[in-house]
């Protein structure tokens, strides 16, 4: 399963409202996960299951979508948000992820 | 508080072996399937390997398959990954990555530092 992640990148502010788009080449029920990495960290786990956010993620973060199309959507983009986000799907192995998004000031 | 650190990573030639360690604490490591996942420098996220946490479902991606072997002491709280007959293409940071119990859908909730993996002549 290709899973097509758009914007490649883009340009924000903080306090912008920010969202992030995962589309897969077919449908994987509500199997997908958000990943946020920082330059030279491991990713950190966002959302699961589509839309169940992390235990310790801030509420501005929220995820939704099921089948085949699904969003990130950051609220109000913070200075720490600067970051690059994945998708990844875990419908059926081999789990896929996304090409990744880079969110710049 | 959970914490995987993985070592092992290194400079190989290709054709060469290596094996990457992940020593996990502060979660019941063998009630948990593990991962393995690699980031090529200045590249996405490459799923490589995945292990239930009896040993019993075991999934590698195609382009390691036959080559790379995951593994687990959960007696140790570690997890292992075998990479022989090494490419260049391999070079990559490598993952470990924990998901809790056997919900592979669940996504992976921790992971380690990462160890870099060099594959050159």
């Known amino acids: 399963i290709q899973l097509t992640q758009s914007p490649s990148s883009l340009s924000a502010s903080v306090g912008d409202r920010v969202t992030i788009t995962c589309r897969a080449s077919?449908?994987?029920?509500?199997?997908l996960a958000w990943y946020q990495q920082k330059p030279g960290k491991a990713p950190k786990l966002l959302i699961y299951?589509?839309?169940t956010l992390q235990r310790g993620v801030p509420s501005r973060f929220s995820g939704s979508g099921s089948g085949t199309d699904f969003t990130l959507t950051i609220s109000s983009l913070q200075p720490e948000d600067f970051a690059t986000y994945f998708c990844?799907?875990?419908?059926?192995?081999?789990?896929?992820f996304g090409g990744g998004t880079k969110v710049e000031i | 508080e959970v914490q995987l650190v993985e070592s092992g990573g290194g400079l190989v030639k290709p054709g060469g072996s290596l094996r990457l360690s992940c020593a996990a604490s502060?979660?019941?490591?063998?009630?948990?399937?593990m991962n393995w996942v690699r980031q090529a420098p200045g590249k996405g996220l490459e799923w490589v390997s995945s292990?239930?946490?009896?040993?019993?479902?075991?999934y590698y991606a195609d382009s390691v398959k036959g080559r790379f072997t995951i593994s687990r002491d959960n007696a140790k709280n570690s997890l292992y990954l075998q990479m022989d007959s090494l490419r260049a293409e391999d070079t990559a940071v490598y993952y470990c990555?924990?998901?809790?119990?056997?919900?592979?859908?669940?996504?992976?909730?921790?992971w380690g530092q990462g160890t870099l993996v060099t594959v050159s002549s």
């Open positions: 299951a589509a839309s």
């Open positions: 077919q449908g994987i029920s509500s199997f």
């Open positions: 990844q799907q875990l419908h059926v192995f081999p789990p896929t």
């Open positions: 292990t239930s946490s009896g040993s019993d479902y075991i």
């Open positions: 990555a924990r998901t809790p119990n056997e919900d592979f859908w669940s996504g992976y909730w921790n």
């Open positions: 502060g979660f019941s490591f063998s009630s948990d399937s």
